[in-house]
């Protein structure tokens, strides 16, 4: 069976935010275009980041796919690692802030930027 790598940009326990992986399964359609079951989604917004577009750190406001159509998106951590998504890369951002918890630009979430000579073009899918 094949599968889909599904990188997952969430809140740790301690507060930080980190990637990790999971594998969806691909265990539907045919041999020729194989599927996942179906995934939730409610809705759908595209974004466009010029050249130089910085983020500071902020945390996910609820749980969403984000796909980068063209461009180049950095997502730095707290912990000062970076991961360079390119056109055709995601991740699932659910990095939430703690339940209770007061926003600390120190401990939680991650910033973003464009990063290359290109605009950042980026679908956000809302679950």
């Known amino acids: 069976m094949t599968n889909f790598t599904k990188i ?3 809140t740790d326990t301690d ?3 980190r990637f990790r ?3 969806i399964p691909l265990s539907q359609g045919k041999p020729e275009a194989l599927l996942s079951e179906l995934q939730p989604a409610s809705a759908c917004q595209l974004r466009h ?3 130089g577009f910085r983020s500071e750190f ?3 406001g609820a749980p ?3 796909f980068v159509l063209s461009g180049q998106m950095e997502i730095s951590l707290q912990d000062g690692s970076t991961r360079i998504f390119k056109a055709g890369e995601h991740f ?3 990095d939430v802030l703690p339940e209770g918890s007061v926003f600390n630009p120190t401990v939680h979430g991650h910033a973003s930027r464009q990063v290359g000579n ?3 073009v980026t679908l956000f899918i809302k679950v």
Do not use: F, M
């Open 8 to 10: 997952i940009l969430y």
């Open 92 to 94: 699932y951002s659910a």
């Open 21 to 23: 992986e999971e594998l």
């Open 49 to 51: 980041s010029p050249v």
């Open 58 to 60: 902020h945390c996910t």
């Open 118 to 120: 290109d605009p950042l």
């Open 15 to 17: 507060g930080y935010a």
């Open 64 to 66: 969403q796919w984000l």
